[in-house]
């Protein structure tokens, strides 16, 4: 569809009425649109959000909720947590890589406490400080506080000492991928304090292309609403905030070949259209190819077992982020996945207390050896048999010589043993987009400001460059959201 409408910029001269007129026009009302929207209104500007749906929320509304923050943030403070700034960004620049945008992270780090103050002080967004520590997708229950991207699990933990950023709405009653996600209780207080700036909002408007003027400013935007064609006159910035290119299947197999036809943690409304209408300006691009990749197995089980390959090998420190585990699989191993765990340990898993029932799978084979079972899984005969071996030698000792998992998951396998399979149990959303400013600027490829326009969240190439961590889509569309609104008013 969004490639079915043109995206060419519209001249300014030609447009004889206005249909909407605002100082600044964001489009979008997801978490970087109603940041963008109270950041600019708190500037003192007049503005108007367009959303496509009928209601605000965006893929937001239905995340578990994580944003990432750090640096000593009040949670991490009453939840017995030190952080520092320098350590968030030496995490940050090695888990996000390679290829970050420094400036961004470091302006990010160095706002992340005031963020914290700005959504919970101002904008009312509820924490708990209660801190979580099982392993785990989320939080099960409505504690604040948990660690969202390996940074307490090898390598990441002898960069930087760690400290959870995961920091969580609280919410009761919670069920992912619904409207009842933790994410609905970070937009409703921040969609109720746009509304009691004055923000005003039209929906069911589809943005369609961007007006410039005779000097080359983002002027405004061309939109359908029940089918009309309406124009929007921005006074002095548009801010786009419609999310990534997950569901723009043309895009995706440019850019992101590898989660083709496997989009997860994302919604239809994330078309690339934002990318496209600034791409006819000459707006520069940047990792475009990165990805997330979600791991359809719940952490509980995989963390008391080991991961191998399609060559019976193990290939990632259990114990860590799964974002990560499923960056691994998908991208670095064919797609290829094992659980090889006992049964004392399986049970164990099972009985816990866990946000993800539905990621809970059965064993395909079980045997009462790992001769008999590398055989029924059809491995090379003595693969699987020596990933074993050396794993429960040095397990005998709890330690992880080879991947660096900790301590406290290291146990030899036992008998019986079993086998989940979990090939193509992946599934992913796109992190690259436009290419912005520490000030949310939308960049030319000559690397200048493209005068008027503005950009945040999943539309834009945020702090993620390659890797990723929970909360960095909520955490750097609310953080630069919050700045594009605040530059543009100051447009």
């Not at 578990?64 to 939840?79: E, H, M, N, V």
């Not at 609280?170 to 992912?176: A, L, P, T």
């Not at 995989?302 to 799964?322: A, C, H, K, M, S």
């Not at 599934?427 to 000559?446: I, P, Q």
Request: net charge negative; glycine share 14%.
């Amino acid at each position: 569809m969004a490639a079915a409408t043109p995206i060419s910029p519209v001249a300014a001269d030609q447009i004889t009425e206005w249909t909407y007129e605002a100082d600044v026009v964001v489009a979008g009302f997801g978490v970087a649109g109603a940041s963008a929207a109270v950041g600019s209104a708190q500037a003192g500007a007049d503005v108007l959000v367009l959303e496509r749906t009928g209601g605000w929320g965006g893929a937001a509304a239905m995340a578990g909720g994580f944003i990432y923050l750090g640096g000593g943030t009040p949670l991490q403070k009453a939840c017995g947590f030190d952080d520092t700034v320098e350590n968030m960004k030496a995490f940050m620049k090695a888990a996000l890589g390679p290829g970050t945008d420094e400036a961004k992270i470091d302006a990010y780090c160095e706002g992340s406490v005031d963020h914290y103050h700005w959504l919970a002080d101002e904008c009312g967004v509820p924490f708990k400080q209660t801190f979580w520590g099982e392993p785990g997708w989320e939080p099960p229950f409505d504690d604040g506080l948990m660690y969202s991207g390996g940074e307490n699990a090898a390598p990441f933990n002898a960069i930087a000492t760690p400290a959870p950023r995961g920091h969580v709405p609280q919410m009761d009653d919670k069920h992912s991928s619904s409207e009842k996600g933790g994410g609905y209780m970070l937009m409703k207080p921040l969609t109720d304090t746009a509304t009691a700036l004055g923000v005003r909002t039209a929906y069911d408007m589809r943005v369609q292309t961007l007006i410039v003027d005779v000097d080359g400013r983002v002027v405004g935007v061309t939109a359908k609403q029940y089918g009309k064609d309406v124009t929007v006159r921005a006074r002095k910035g548009v801010v786009l905030a419609t999310g990534s290119f997950a569901y723009n299947e043309q895009m995706v197999e440019s850019f992101a070949p590898r989660i083709a036809g496997r989009p997860a943690a994302s919604i239809e409304e994330h078309d690339g259209r934002a990318i496209r209408m600034a791409q006819a300006l000459g707006a520069d691009l940047a990792h475009m190819d990165a990805t997330e990749v979600a791991f359809f197995c719940d952490p509980q089980l995989f963390v008391r077992g080991i991961l191998v390959n399609g060559r019976g090998q193990r290939y990632i420190p259990e114990d860590t982020y799964p974002g990560h585990v499923g960056q691994a699989t998908l991208l670095r191993n064919d797609n290829q996945s094992f659980l090889i765990i006992d049964e004392a340990s399986y049970e164990e898993g099972m009985a816990t207390q866990t946000a993800t029932p539905q990621l809970r799978h059965a064993p395909k084979w079980v045997a009462e050896t790992v001769v008999e079972l590398e055989e029924e899984m059809g491995l090379p005969e003595g693969t699987l048999q020596a990933t074993v071996e050396v794993y429960n030698r040095h397990a005998a000792n709890g330690s992880d010589p080879l991947l660096g998992k900790k301590p406290e998951w290291v146990t030899p396998i036992g008998s019986p043993v079993a086998a989940l399979d979990l090939r193509g149990m992946t599934g992913g959303f796109t992190l690259g987009g436009l290419r912005t400013s520490v000030d949310s600027e939308v960049l030319h490829v000559s690397g200048e400001p493209i005068p008027g326009l503005f950009a945040a969240g999943r539309c834009t190439a945020g702090v993620s460059a390659g890797g990723y961590v929970s909360g960095a889509s909520l955490g750097d569309g609310s953080f630069f959201g919050r700045r594009a609104g605040i530059s543009a008013a100051r447009s």
